[in-house]
């Protein structure tokens, strides 16, 4: 897959370093991200048996700093940090990125191990919620500055595409943690997999450091300096207010529209991983052996990394309209024919299973190029010295990121509902072709069906109103690009 780092032969070695070290970067939140999204939960509930009342007010106190911190870090990196700067000593955004990349990056990589080993002088429930808080803090500091790279760093969609795609696969290489743990995960006695994790956050760490150094090193660095023009200049001298820039992005349709979507997609994803292996074991444990079950859930968490390097050579030539409403059909038809044949079948269900995660995770993945294009429609309309690319991220992550935390909270009172506790101790779910009670599966293969088509319906309706596509989209980079260049500008307001 390395030919994916370069589209044609005549790439620079620059270009290439600069794909290599944005997909390492990737790599280190994958290493870590998918074994937490995967393992925190079932720890809490069924391992180190965190009541149902504790559990859901630490997960409460996290959507409350969930919700507030991507905006919260992203006006800290873009607008914060600029005017501290004095114009005589203004670096680029880039530069700043990396800067926190090579700091907060190894800080995430530590924060993760918060969760295997509860600190002995903390209630659990304590212990449950600081760690949400902490990681996730270190989570979108990291997260928003490798998505706005991808903002600042060029302005062609097959640029950015490219860069995508490298992260893709090098996001493909760090899934292989999924695999290992699912090897190391035992229930009953956490010392194999601690092991595993400390081994894995000593590698992200690593692979952070060698990101930076490999972007650093690809003379990218200074393609973001602020322009002069008078425009912008004025545009400076009146310094971005909160209230103001509040107002600009909530009067944004295309923005609103994409957080609507957004929102549902964040909510549906974290639903499918934090509860996939659950639906694994009590629709499949019967059908499949354990062998099977665990390469299905590693697969799960491989396939979408391999879908968007292909996606992404697809938003090349089609758009990154096109692309997300094609598999947003897509997740509608899996969830309609989970609902007529889910019943009877069930190869539907195991289709059903593996391909729902495999769909949403692959629609997640491709969003941050739709955000790239929000922070360049931003830049063009408001005249912005620089792209406020982190503000931009964070801020559809302020109206979209509570669905991270309302996915576990609906899910677990949704399957307590429908299967019994799963709490205060191992789950009660017994795999399929052992239980005897059919009604138990028919609840669970209700919600394989509910959730994707409701989802669907939303997010479809919420993409047809999005309207920076096509033509629109073309001016907008033509004219960014001339922005970037410190060119004269058009005269025109878009």
């Known amino acids: 897959m390395a030919g994916w780092f370069q589209s044609d032969n005549s790439k620079s070695d620059s270009q290439r370093q600069l794909q290599i070290g944005y997909g390492v970067l990737s790599l280190s939140l994958s290493l870590i991200h998918n074994v937490f999204l995967l393992y925190h939960v079932q720890a809490y509930t069924n391992v180190f048996s965190l009541d149902r009342t504790s559990f859901v007010v630490a997960e409460l106190a996290f959507l409350l700093w969930n919700s507030v911190n991507d905006l919260l870090f992203g006006w800290l990196s873009d607008v914060f940090a600029a005017n501290k700067e004095s114009s005589a000593h203004e670096s680029s955004n880039i530069n700043r990125r990396l800067k926190v990349l090579a700091l907060a990056g190894p800080g995430l990589a530590g924060t993760f191990l918060l969760f295997w080993f509860p600190l002995p002088f903390l209630p659990l429930g304590w212990h449950f919620a600081f760690s949400l808080i ?57 010392t194999l997999f601690r092991t595993f994790s400390v081994g894995l956050a000593l590698a992200s760490a690593a692979s952070f450091w060698i990101g930076v150094t490999l972007i650093r090193g690809s003379g990218y660095t200074e393609h973001s300096k602020p322009v002069n023009s008078e425009k912008h200049e004025d545009y400076k001298r009146k310094r971005l207010a909160f209230r103001q820039f509040a107002k600009e992005i909530l009067t944004n349709a295309n923005f ?29 444990g019967g059908v499949l052996s354990t062998r099977m079950q665990s390469f299905l859930l590693g697969l799960s968490f491989a396939l979408p990394h391999i ?75 408001r005249y912005r010295t620089t792209p406020l690319s982190a503000l931009i991220f964070g801020s559809a992550n302020f109206l979209a990121k509570p669905g991270q935390t309302l996915a576990p909270i609906i899910g677990t009172y949704l399957i307590y509902d429908h299967v019994g506790s799963v ?47 096509g033509p629109r989209l073309k001016q907008i980079k033509r004219q960014a690009e001339v922005q970037r260049g410190d060119a004269q500008l058009y005269d025109h307001v878009l």
């Open 423 to 469: 709490f205060g101790g191992p789950t009660d779910v017994q795999p399929l072709g052992k239980a005897d009670d059919d009604e138990v599966r028919h609840r669970l293969q209700q919600l394989l069906w509910i959730m994707p088509v409701a989802c669907a319906v939303v997010q479809l309706y919420a993409w047809s109103q999005f309207t920076l596509q």
């Open 307 to 381: 879908n968007n390097v292909f996606f992404s050579e697809l938003v090349k030539t089609s758009g990154i309209y096109s692309v997300v409403r094609l598999l947003l059909v897509l997740k509608l038809i899996l969830g309609l024919l989970a609902l007529s044949f889910g019943n009877v079948f069930w190869s539907v269900v195991a289709l059903m299973v593996a391909s729902n995660r495999v769909v949403t995770e692959g629609t997640c993945k491709l969003l941050g190029l739709v955000i790239s294009d929000l922070v360049d429609e931003d830049y063009v309309k």
């Open 134 to 190: 902490v990681y996730d803090g270190f989570l979108t500091w990291v997260d928003l500055q490798i998505s706005a790279l991808l903002a600042d760093l060029v302005v062609e969609d097959t640029q950015r595409a490219s860069l995508s795609a490298a992260a893709s696969v090098c996001s493909l290489v760090g899934t292989v943690s999924v695999f290992v743990s699912f090897v190391c995960w035992n229930p009953e006695d956490l």
């Open 256 to 284: 609103m529209w994409f957080s609507l979507l957004h929102l549902v997609q964040v909510f549906h994803c974290h639903f499918n991983s934090n509860f996939f292996p659950l639906f694994l074991q009590a629709l499949l």
